[in-house]
C-alpha cells in the first residue's frame, strides 16, 4: 500500500529536549516536504527536498533542521523545541514536477506535537 | 503575506444542497491549483485540480472553477452528503516553485443530514 508513515503520532515534550519526528514514503517519490497546521492559519510549509541530499527552506524554517540521507526518509528535527512549536505536523511526498503543474502530494497521518 | 486565502473559516450546508468553497489567490505566477480535503486525526488528501488553461474541471460530484482575471477559484460539491463534512483546504503552484505547493488557511465544511 502507497503510504506516507511518520512517528511519533503524539508527543509531549519540555523546551529544550531535542527530538526528531521520521517520515518515510514507500513510493519512491523525489520530492518531500514538511508543513505545520495551525488555527486560523492552514497548512504553511518547514522546509522541502527535491532529492537525495537537496533540501530548502520552506516558509517558516526557524528552530527546524531536516536531512535526506536516503530517499524514502526526511526527518524532521527540533534542536531546542520551544512552546510556539507546538503544532500539528505533516510529511507530504509527491513525484517532482520539473514543468508546469504540480503532482498531488501524499501527506502522512500527522503528528501532534506539544511543548511545555 | 498570504497569498492564498480561503475567507470563509466554516460553511454549513443541508444534505442535498451545493456547497461553494471559495479560494482567492494574489501571486500571478500561480498557474496550477489543487484543492485538498482532511478529516480530524489525518492527513490532507488530494481532490481535484485545475490547471490554468482551463476554467472548469470536473470529478463526480466534485467541480472547480478557475477566473484567472479575478484570481478566484471556487469548489462546488452537488449534492453534499454528510460524508464531505471535512476541512478543505485550496493549494496553488507556479513559476519558479517547482513542486512546492502554498496552502490556504482552510475552511471547515458540515454537512447537515
Known amino acids: 500500500e502507497a503510504q506516507v508513515t511518520q512517528n511519533p503520532r503524539y508527543l509531549i515534550t519540555v523546551t529544550g529536549k531535542k527530538l526528531t519526528v521520521t517520515c518515510s514514503q514507500n513510493m519512491n517519490h523525489e520530492y518531500m516536504s514538511w508543513y505545520r497546521q495551525d488555527p486560523g492559519l492552514g497548512l504553511r510549509q518547514i522546509y522541502y527536498s527535491m532529492n537525495v541530499e537537496v533540501t530548502d527552506k520552506g516558509d517558516v524554517p526557524e528552530g527546524y533542521k531536516v536531512s535526506r540521507k536516503e530517499k524514502r526518509n526526511f526527518p524532521l528535527i527540533l534542536e531546542s523545541p520551544s512552546p510556539n512549536q507546538t503544532s500539528l505536523y505533516f510529511c507530504?511526498?509527491?513525484?517532482?514536477?520539473?514543468?508546469?503543474?504540480?503532482?498531488?502530494?501524499?501527506f502522512g497521518p500527522g503528528t501532534r506535537l506539544t511543548v511545555t | 503575506d498570504q497569498q492564498v486565502k480561503q475567507n470563509s473559516p466554516s460553511l454549513s450546508v443541508q444534505e442535498g444542497r451545493i456547497s461553494i468553497l471559495n479560494c482567492d489567490y494574489t501571486?500571478?505566477?500561480?498557474?496550477?491549483f489543487l484543492w485538498y480535503k482532511k478529516y480530524p486525526a489525518e492527513g490532507p488528501t488530494f481532490l481535484i485540480s485545475?490547471?490554468?488553461?482551463?476554467d472548469k474541471n470536473e470529478d463526480g460530484r466534485f467541480t472547480v472553477f478557475l477566473n484567472k482575471s479575478a484570481k478566484h477559484l471556487s469548489l462546488h460539491i452537488v449534492p453534499s452528503q454528510p460524508g464531505d463534512s471535512a476541512v478543505y483546504f485550496c493549494?496553488?503552484?507556479?513559476?519558479?516553485?517547482?513542486?512546492?505547493?502554498?496552502f490556504g488557511e482552510g475552511t471547515q465544511l458540515t454537512v447537515n443530514p
Open positions: 493549494a496553488a503552484n507556479g513559476g519558479t516553485s517547482g513542486s512546492r505547493l502554498t
Open positions: 501571486n500571478s505566477m500561480f498557474d496550477y
Open positions: 507530504a511526498s509527491s513525484l517532482l514536477a520539473l514543468g508546469t503543474g504540480a503532482y498531488e502530494q501524499y
Open positions: 485545475i490547471s490554468s488553461i482551463k
